[in-house]
């Protein structure tokens, strides 16, 4: 999968990307990410990629001319372009998974007060990550590279993901690890007994037990 972020902060994805499964996906050749700084693109001699509001009002808005054109030059048909914005849909596991066998995602930041309505005729998909505004959609994007990437066949065993949170609209079962006995808190018999059809039926119960209780919402679908 090849992604293109287009942001005016690159750096800011920096360490992101240099550590862990990420970096690991990325030097097994499964993901490669580009970061265009679509600052490069404006036609304004002076480099300017906002202007103030028609009708008026407070702060900057980001034009259309340099993020037509770099999503016009990098866009292919195997391309899918997303918007990050708090007014998109909310994103969740499910989306993640639809998105990873996508061969290209153009993932477009917006930043300061907002960006010129007409942008989004040229996406395909717009994600909030959540009912919150951040200062810019850096950070969605970050959000969505990750949860994708790990996602992506070969970058992780796929029974690790079949037993996320989320997988089939339940929470994830309780673990547990050495010691047997941590401060007075004893790890559940089932898991030493070696019976894994009990321990199998145990982690079923405790999902959808603590899904009941903190996500009723999720077992409605
Ligand atoms: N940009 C600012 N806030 C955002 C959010 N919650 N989701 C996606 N992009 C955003």
Not at 26 to 36: A, F, S, T, Y
Not at 62 to 73: G, H, N
């Amino acid at each position: 999968m090849k992604i293109d972020i287009l942001t005016l902060f690159p750096d800011m994805f920096q360490g992101v990307f240099e550590e862990s499964i990420i970096k690991r996906a990325i030097d097994l050749g499964k993901v490669e990410i580009h970061l265009i700084n679509f600052r490069d693109y404006t036609m304004d001699p002076h480099k300017k990629v906002d202007d103030t509001p028609y009708g008026g009002g407070a702060g900057m808005v980001l034009t259309c001319q340099p993020i037509f054109d770099c999503v016009e030059s990098i866009r292919t048909d195997d391309s899918l372009v997303i918007l990050l914005t708090p007014d998109g849909n909310v994103y969740s596991q499910e989306v993640a998974y639809s998105l990873r066998d996508k061969k290209h995602i153009i993932l477009i930041c917006g930043h300061y007060e907002g960006f010129d309505e007409r942008i989004r005729s040229i996406c395909d998909m717009e994600i909030s990550i959540g009912d919150y505004v951040l200062t810019g959609g850096e950070i969605p994007a970050m959000v969505l590279v990750d949860s994708i990437t790990r996602l992506i066949p070969g970058v992780i065993t796929e029974e690790s993901h079949l037993n996320d949170s989320f997988h089939d609209h339940l929470l994830d079962y309780p673990t547990y690890t050495k010691p047997r006995v941590y401060k007075g808190m004893e790890v559940p018999e089932v898991l030493i007994s070696g019976d894994h059809q009990k321990i199998d039926l145990w982690r079923r119960e405790e999902s959808i037990k603590k899904t009941q209780l903190r996500r009723p919402d999720l077992l409605k679908k």
